[in-house]
Every structure is written in C-alpha cells, then in structure tokens.
C-alpha cells in the first residue's frame, strides 16, 4: 500500500467529521489530500498521468453537476478530485459508486433529502483500505 494512501485516511476523516457536523469540508482537508498523491508520486509509488486523469475524470463531471445546482456541493466536488487524483479512476469510481448507494439507500430509510455526502466517502474508503491491509498481510 502507498504511504500517502495510508496517510489520506487522516484528513479524510477531518473532512467526514467536519461534513458531518457542520455541512462544510474545509479547503486544508484536500490540499492535504492533494499532499498524499504528491508524496505517492515523488515515492515512486504512483505515477502522474495517472494521478492526472483521475483528478480530471471525476472533477469535472463532478464540477459540471453541481454546476447545474444539482445537490452536489463545492466540497464534495474538490474531495472526490482529490481522492480521484490519489487513487486513480477505476478505484474513485467503485468508491463514488459504493459511497452514492450507501448515501440513497441511508437517505430512504430517514426520508431525508438532503444528506452529507463526505462520510459515505469516507466509510467506504475505510473499507477499501481495510480490505487491502487484510489482503495483503
């Protein structure tokens, strides 16, 4: 596992927490992620262009649907290109997948509306880096 992975859960979880009590994902918790992915990189644990792409693949049509005012916020729209440029498209994609169903499902059951969205990010990324810790040893 990549060490700005494994450290990504800290401000990840300053990020859920904040999201959670006060409806804001501050600006330092994804200029810390966006650290992560540099130090994956600087390490040789990563490569740019792929870091790169997932920034733009899931920031801009990110970007462009809270745009349109669709629910999405600033916050979320920056902390998923930040997560997607540390972890790549086809790992971003399963987590926004898995986080957005958690998110539904959640909303359903409270009949709420309008929900944070930050912790279902981060549960879900806890659980993808829990799984590749157990894999792996």
């Given amino acids: 596992m990549e060490v700005g992975t494994f450290l990504a859960f800290f401000p990840l979880s300053c990020a859920a927490y904040c999201d959670f009590k006060q409806r804001i994902i501050p600006d330092w918790t994804v200029f810390l992620l966006l650290c992560c992915t ?53 790992k971003m994609l399963c987590l926004l997948a898995l986080a957005l169903l958690a998110l539904i499902i959640n909303g359903k059951l409270q009949k709420k509306r309008c929900l944070p969205f930050a912790p279902y990010v981060w549960g879900v990324f806890f659980m993808l880096l829990a799984a590749e810790l157990i894999v792996r040893s």
Avoid: H, M, Y
């Fill in 38 to 90: 540099v130090l994956n990189t600087a390490t040789g644990q990563a490569a740019f262009l792929p870091s790169l792409l997932g920034l733009l693949v899931i920031g801009i049509p990110l970007w462009l649907t809270a745009a349109r005012g669709n629910e999405i916020g600033g916050g979320d729209v920056k902390l998923c290109a930040a997560l997607g440029a540390l972890l790549g498209v086809e």
